[in-house]
């Protein structure tokens, strides 16, 4: 996406979070953006052209939020759990600080399932690549929960995707993360 069309995006995430789908123009968009209603007919098709390339740019930002933190130098369970909650906040702070949220969540699941699909498998490959990373270095064992590094990524996915689509504000999503973490160190202590 070039920067023009990022800064345009920027200023409609504030936009659709102070709004909601529904009620978000063009011409607010536009508006936010400082520039003409035409001039961002030029970039975008439509608003949901817009919101898809929105939905876009939110999830590679999440993903990056998660990359970042599995290169980190952390222990295992540090590691993932800082992964965990950097994806996961940083896809649903927005969504969870607008009055909106679940209209916008909505909204991205009917405009943007192929995003939303892509960000889920690449998740889930980063997700296998540190807990066999971690299997390699000795960090965890397996063996006491009997599962293998494809299942623990496979139930670390699932118990994130769920924490994330919980009803709950975002100090207790920390909280489930947290938790969430603490059991898998304890269970899989390479002892």
Same mark, same amino acid.
């Given at each position: 996406m070039d !920067?023009? =069309?990022?800064? +345009?995006?920027?200023a409609a995430?504030?936009?659709? +979070?102070?709004y #909601?789908? %529904?009620?978000?123009s063009?011409?607010? +968009?536009?508006?936010?953006? /400082?520039?003409s209603r035409?001039? @961002?007919? @030029?970039?975008?098709r *439509? %608003? !949901?052209?817009?919101f898809h390339?929105?939905m876009?740019?939110?999830?590679?930002?999440?993903?990056?939020?998660?990359?970042?933190?599995?290169?980190?130098?952390?222990?295992?369970?540090?590691? /993932? !759990? $800082?992964?965990? /909650?950097?994806?996961?906040?940083a896809? /649903?702070?927005p969504?969870?600080?607008?009055t909106? #949220?679940e209209e916008?969540? !909505? $909204? *991205?699941?009917?405009?943007?399932?192929?995003?939303?699909a892509?960000t889920? $498998?690449?998740?889930?490959a980063?997700?296998?690549?540190d807990?066999?990373?971690a299997?390699e270095?000795?960090?965890?064992s397996?063996?006491? +929960?009997g599962?293998? &590094?494809?299942?623990?990524?496979?139930?670390?996915?699932?118990?994130?995707d #769920?924490?994330? =689509?919980a009803?709950?504000?975002l100090? %207790?999503?920390?909280?489930r &993360? %947290?938790a969430l973490?603490?059991?898998?160190?304890?269970a899989t202590?390479p002892?």
């Amino acid at each position: 996406m070039d !920067e023009k =069309k990022q800064q +345009i995006v920027a200023a409609a995430s504030d936009v659709f +979070i102070r709004y #909601g789908f %529904k009620k978000t123009s063009m011409q607010d +968009i536009a508006d936010a953006a /400082m520039m003409s209603r035409g001039a @961002l007919y @030029l970039h975008f098709r *439509n %608003k !949901e052209d817009l919101f898809h390339s929105l939905m876009q740019w939110h999830h590679a930002g999440a993903l990056q939020e998660a990359e970042d933190a599995f290169r980190s130098p952390l222990p295992f369970a540090d590691r /993932m !759990e $800082a992964a965990l /909650m950097r994806f996961t906040l940083a896809l /649903m702070a927005p969504v969870k600080a607008s009055t909106h #949220g679940e209209e916008l969540f !909505e $909204a *991205n699941m009917r405009l943007a399932p192929d995003i939303t699909a892509a960000t889920s $498998a690449r998740l889930k490959a980063l997700l296998e690549s540190d807990v066999t990373l971690a299997a390699e270095r000795g960090e965890l064992s397996l063996d006491a +929960i009997g599962l293998s &590094v494809a299942a623990l990524a496979d139930l670390l996915y699932a118990c994130a995707d #769920g924490i994330k =689509k919980a009803d709950s504000g975002l100090g %207790k999503l920390e909280d489930r &993360v %947290k938790a969430l973490m603490r059991v898998v160190a304890v269970a899989t202590r390479p002892d």
